[in-house]
């Protein structure tokens, strides 16, 4: 990846901008509208297939990696080479007021939610199917 982002480095663009699918527009709607309520202190994280889990503001280079095409074996040793299992716990336990997760049904697979998972308060999760 770095090598790749040396090469486009023109091209790099926050994580919050660089994904196009419908459920990532109607989620920054919301981030974009709780990021106006001083009251309100939105912590965005995107689980990317290329990078792991990243802040909002990372720039990231442009890549061709989901895992909604990935066999599951293949999925979860991906995710495992990129942290995700191990960056998903570590970051769900953080203390916080509530916690909103919006995972498709891969990249929920890719995050190995069992039930030794902590979480550091109220969370909703909202997946696929």
Known sequence: MAARERELQEQLRPARDLYTGIQHQRLMRGIVAAEQAPSLDADLRTLSAGYGIVSADQPLAPYEATF?????????????????????????????????????????????????????GPTLLFCGK
């Open 68 to 120: 909604a095409t990935m066999k599951s074996g293949v999925l979860r040793a991906w995710a495992r080479q990129l942290g995700v299992p191990a960056a998903f716990r570590r970051l769900v336990r953080e203390p916080c007021d509530l916690a909103l997760i919006l995972l498709g049904d891969d990249y929920l697979a890719a995050c190995e939610i069992d039930a030794t998972v902590a979480f550091g």
